[in-house]
């Protein structure tokens, strides 16, 4: 207590009664802040502190999107991390199973219609989904429009699906539409629900002949359109980009690098700084005595030759000093900026020299328990689940199948193993000790179980009328075949 400060209204309670005067004291220490990441003394001020979500979104978000492009478009790692992303993530695509009665017709048409779901036709539905997931981590959202088509169309299902950037969407879209609330280009019900979007009718960006002096932008339905993003905070409805936390920091590393070439340049230069009556050298082809007045140089060393200098003139040669540690430096950025971005350094550069398989299989698991959480709290139920909604609906009301079934099981894509014999014995262990099933097991791998088992059963049995079994049996056992009975 002899460390606090007392004022001199504590003083002056404490000589008429030290009891008084000590609870006053205590009252005081309450107030001390007990976290020192709170004290005000540091000069740390967070920018819109309290701020929503949202209003960072309006504050922050087109910006961040922009330079998160830009990183893209130009930093290499960046481009190989948000690849490695697409392709652990969504690999060759999340598929469905279809758990209604007729099941495998259901599977069927959607493999049909999968082919030529793109409304653009340039991909098939898993390219979409590739594409979706790509603009959702580097722009921190995406739209999907779910574009109703025709029976006359011919489609296998009258349904296609098209994506959008998120630059369709009327941010600056604000106010009311009747009882509702419009904000950042998403229109809310009183209830909070959103009711529909506010899209541009062209790219705001688009830069071609013919286009229209002024655009508008017109509500869609919500129901229409899927807005895919990751949310991290409450009540949050506008996503931000995976690249947020990283970008300043691989900004300064470009600058670094930038000044750092800069620097090897000047080290692979020889100079000569001389000093004296310059009138009296003679000057070389380069140089000659109008451009040694203006300029000061004296033109080109003679490579392999002796020179001889005036009498008064005295040569000083600057050699720079190479600087060591860039190397070490940057490649500590690299492993932060790989933090930031949810990655591992090896997936961000390619560069797996001071690995062992006990670190990779380490930092390959923790990368996986990540993806797996975007895929199944995220891609499927906000991305892959709406759409197999749409195409179930549209099927029935199409005449494709009876009743609109959505029962819907999802196969994410497989998992490489980081060392197969032994990751295969542990699966088969799982198997066999009850803990799992063999079917999902085959759909963690990316299969699914029902085709492969109606394919192990046509093998069997094609081995089995020519007699092949038996062989791979008795080589499989190291046994010799029965001897045959006279």
């Given amino acids: 207590m002899a460390n606090l400060a007392t004022t001199l209204i504590d003083r002056f309670i404490g000589a008429i009664n030290p009891d008084a005067g000590l609870r006053r004291v205590r009252a005081r220490a309450l107030?001390?802040?007990?976290?020192?990441?709170?004290?005000?003394?540091?000069?740390?001020?967070?920018?819109?502190?309290?701020?929503?979500?949202n209003t960072d979104h309006l504050a922050d978000g087109a910006i961040l999107r922009t330079r998160a492009r830009a990183l893209v478009q130009n930093?290499?790692?960046?481009?190989?991390?948000?690849?490695?992303?697409?392709?652990?993530?969504?690999g060759t695509g999340i598929t469905p199973r279809s758990l209604a009665a007729a099941g495998n017709q259901i599977d069927a048409l959607w493999s049909e219609w999968a082919k030529?779901?793109?409304?653009?036709?340039?991909?098939?539905?898993?390219?979409?989904?590739?594409?979706?997931?790509?603009?959702?981590?580097?722009?921190?959202?995406?739209?999907?429009?779910?574009?109703?088509?025709?029976?006359?169309?011919?489609?296998?299902?009258?349904?296609q699906i098209q994506v959008l950037e998120i630059d369709w969407l009327d941010s600056a879209k604000m106010g009311s539409n009747g009882p509702n609330t419009i904000m950042n280009g998403?229109?809310?019900?009183?209830?909070?629900?959103?009711?529909?979007?506010?899209?541009?009718?062209?790219?705001?960006?688009?830069?071609?002949?013919?286009?229209r002096a002024k655009a508008a932008s017109y509500p869609v339905p919500a129901e229409r359109v899927i807005h895919l993003f990751n949310p991290q905070r409450p009540g949050q409805g506008r996503g931000f980009t995976r690249l947020a936390p990283v970008i300043a920091r691989v900004r300064d590393v470009q600058l670094y690098e930038d000044a750092e070439l800069q620097r090897k340049n000047l080290e692979t230069r020889l100079s000569v700084l001389a000093s004296g009556d310059a009138s009296t050298l003679s000057m070389s082809e380069s140089a000659d005595q109008a451009t040694v007045k203006q300029t000061g140089e004296l033109g080109t060393l003679a490579s392999g030759?002796?020179?001889?200098?005036?009498?008064?003139?005295?040569?000083?040669?600057?050699?720079?000093?190479?600087?060591?540690?860039?190397?070490?430096?940057?490649?500590?950025?690299?492993?932060l900026i790989a933090a930031g971005m949810g990655i591992t350094?090896?997936?961000?550069?390619?560069?797996?020299?001071?690995?062992?398989?006990?670190?990779a299989r380490v930092s390959m698991l923790e990368f996986r328990r990540n993806a797996e959480s975007v895929q199944w709290l995220t891609l499927i139920p906000r991305l892959c689940e709406p759409i197999w909604n749409a195409?179930?609906?549209?099927?029935?009301?199409?005449?494709?199948?009876?009743?609109?079934?959505?029962?819907?099981?999802?196969?994410?894509?497989?998992?490489?193993?980081?060392?197969?014999?032994?990751?295969?014995?542990?699966?088969?262990?799982?198997?066999?000790?009850?803990?799992t099933t063999i079917s999902e097991k085959l759909r963690k791998r990316g299969y699914k179980p029902e085709l492969v088992f109606q394919e192990l059963k046509s093998d069997f049995d094609r081995l089995r009328a020519d007699?092949?079994?038996?062989?791979?049996?008795?080589?499989?056992?190291?046994?010799?075949?029965?001897?045959?009975t006279p």
């Fill in 31 to 53: 107030l001390a802040r007990a976290y020192e990441g709170a004290s005000q003394k540091d000069g740390w001020r967070p920018r819109r502190a309290g701020a929503s979500a």
């Fill in 75 to 90: 930093v290499p790692y960046i481009a190989r991390g948000l690849e490695s992303l697409v392709s652990n993530t969504i």
């Fill in 116 to 159: 030529v779901a793109d409304a653009d036709g340039k991909s098939d539905l898993y390219g979409l989904q590739a594409m979706a997931y790509r603009a959702m981590e580097q722009d921190g959202e995406v739209l999907i429009r779910l574009r109703a088509r025709r029976v006359e169309d011919g489609l296998p299902v009258p349904l």
């Fill in 186 to 211: 998403v229109e809310y019900d009183v209830l909070g629900k959103i009711v529909a979007y506010w899209l541009w009718d062209q790219h705001p960006g688009e830069l071609v002949s013919g286009r």
């Fill in 305 to 335: 030759g002796i020179t001889q200098v005036p009498t008064g003139v005295s040569l000083t040669v600057v050699e720079p000093k190479a600087a060591g540690g860039y190397v070490d430096y940057v490649k500590y950025q690299l492993h």
């Fill in 345 to 359: 350094y090896e997936m961000m550069t390619g560069d797996v020299r001071e690995v062992n398989f006990s670190s």
């Fill in 391 to 435: 195409f179930v609906d549209a099927a029935a009301m199409a005449g494709k199948m009876r009743a609109a079934d959505r029962a819907v099981d999802w196969a994410t894509p497989k998992w490489d193993y980081v060392n197969p014999e032994q990751d295969v014995k542990a699966d088969l262990a799982e198997i066999s000790g009850g803990l």
């Fill in 467 to 484: 007699g092949t079994l038996d062989i791979m049996l008795q080589i499989q056992t190291g046994q010799a075949p029965p001897a045959s």
